[in-house]
């Protein structure tokens, strides 16, 4: 099993983070690691043997404080706590201001962010697909982080689809831009489109550039990560790339 370690700078060491990949796991065919190994598929929904999977989050759960607060993620701007959650419950982001309590996103070409409160007291964890991040998503999470107590926050930007693979409509460019909030962020998001010139009304979206905006619109500054792409590089599940595959998790917790 192979971990991703964010790297970012002057997060508090009683915070852990990661995120995994797709090798190294007990899933099969299109949930392998496509290369006709064992895959580490940890999403319970796409069709995969359920015994597969419990044997994936098995393995994962040997590096893990406590068993993570599973979402059923809905492409929305809900935030929970995970402290005090249920699993399975309906939502798209998490916080935890208690050790132990494991907050998880699962992705697939959709955007991963970790969130660290620089004091180590507050983490969060965003599931951003495009209509999330159109929806607020990151912005709700700094927010109820903020209600919670944290002040400067660090984001990570996992695996995600990159800028030379997110081919959109014109309807989400104009989703976008009637969303922003001033003539400038309509700007903003409008350079984070590059029209496809053989392809009237497409364009290559950065999910990357826009989670940045909206971070940077809720007053974080501290950005890292966000130099995967998901259906290039063939160490991750691809929706995208394969439409029948497995999913991903990043995970953050208080130690």
């Known amino acids: ?130 209509c999330g991040l159109m929806a607020g998503i990151l912005q709700n999470t700094v927010a109820r982080m903020r209600l919670a107590g944290a002040a400067q926050i660090a984001a990570w930007l996992g695996p995600a689809i990159g800028p030379e693979q997110f081919e959109v409509g014109v309807d989400v460019l104009s989703a976008f831009v009637n969303a922003a909030q001033s003539t400038q962020h309509a700007e903003q998001i409008q350079a984070c489109f590059h029209p496809i010139g053989a392809r009237p009304g497409k364009y290559l979206a950065d999910i990357y550039q826009l989670a940045r905006l909206a971070l940077r619109q809720a007053g974080v500054q501290d950005i890292y990560g966000g130099g995967f792409c998901t259906v290039t590089d063939r160490r991750f599940y691809s929706y995208r790339r394969d439409q029948l595959t497995g999913r991903m998790a990043s995970l953050i917790w208080l130690k």
């Open 1 to 130: 099993m192979q971990l991703i370690i964010p790297d970012w700078a002057n997060v508090p060491k009683n915070i852990a983070a990661i995120s995994t990949m797709r090798d190294g796991g007990s899933s099969l065919g299109p949930y392998g690691d496509g290369y006709g190994r064992g895959g580490l598929n940890l999403g319970a929904h796409v069709n995969d043997a359920p015994q597969a999977v419990a044997s994936n989050r098995a393995l994962l759960a040997a590096v893990l404080p406590a068993e993570p607060v599973w979402m059923a993620q809905v492409h929305g701007n809900s935030v929970i706590d995970a402290g005090s959650a249920e699993i399975g419950i309906e939502a798209d982001a998490a916080i935890a201001t208690r050790p132990g309590v494991v907050c998880v996103v699962q992705t697939a070409d959709c955007l991963p962010v970790l969130f660290a409160d620089l004091q180590g007291r507050i983490v969060g964890a965003a599931h951003a697909g495009w």
